[in-house]
């Protein structure tokens, strides 16, 4: 199994969405851990897409069609919702950051225990998290 790219990945200012592609075409292609399925289309994925005002099925239906990542965002932009430059801004920070003394920040706790990285003083957002269970951090 293949592991999806980093969540800090990047494309034209759009954080997250390289991975999101990423876990669609590893889906598609019978690469993904079983451990994904589950999450597909929700959480960060979910956040992303509502983010980009498209629906996960439409989005994944692009990439499944062979659409690279630039491509599959041309696509969510010509039929999403239209965003400021600052808005993907704040969208950017929103994501680097979810998890740090915010809404999510117990459920980071628990995450870190139940996968015996309590004592990982890096780990302080959900995508630090993601980085060090893949092993990039």
Same mark, same amino acid.
Request: glycine residues 8%.
């Given at each position: ?6 969540? *800090? ?5 759009? +954080?997250?969405l390289? *991975? ?6 590893? #889906?598609?292609?019978? $690469? @993904?851990?079983?451990?994904? #399925?589950?999450?597909l ?6 956040? /992303?897409? $509502? %983010?980009?005002? +498209?629906?996960?099925?439409? @989005?994944?239906? +692009? ?8 491509e599959? @965002? ?6 999403? /919702? $239209?965003?400021?430059? #600052?808005?993907?801004? =704040? =969208?950017?920070? &929103?994501?680097? /950051?979810?998890? %740090? ?22 780990? $302080?957002? %959900?995508?630090? &998290? ?5 092993? *990039?951090?």
């Amino acid at each position: 199994m293949t592991l999806p790219c980093s969540p *800090r990945n990047e494309i034209d200012g759009i +954080v997250y969405l390289p *991975r999101l592609c990423d876990k669609i075409r590893l #889906h598609t292609a019978g $690469q @993904l851990d079983p451990d994904y #399925h589950a999450n597909l289309g929700r959480g960060m994925d979910l956040w /992303t897409c $509502q %983010f980009l005002g +498209v629906d996960y099925e439409a @989005l994944a239906e +692009v990439v499944r069609s062979g659409a690279s990542d630039a491509e599959a @965002l041309d696509w969510a932009r010509e039929n999403g /919702t $239209q965003r400021p430059e #600052h808005e993907a801004t =704040w =969208w950017k920070c &929103y994501m680097l /950051t979810r998890g %740090f003394r915010d809404d999510l920040a117990e459920r980071l706790i628990a995450r870190k225990q139940e996968s015996g990285m309590e004592d990982r003083t890096e780990i $302080q957002t %959900f995508m630090d &998290y993601i980085d060090a269970d893949e092993g *990039r951090l």
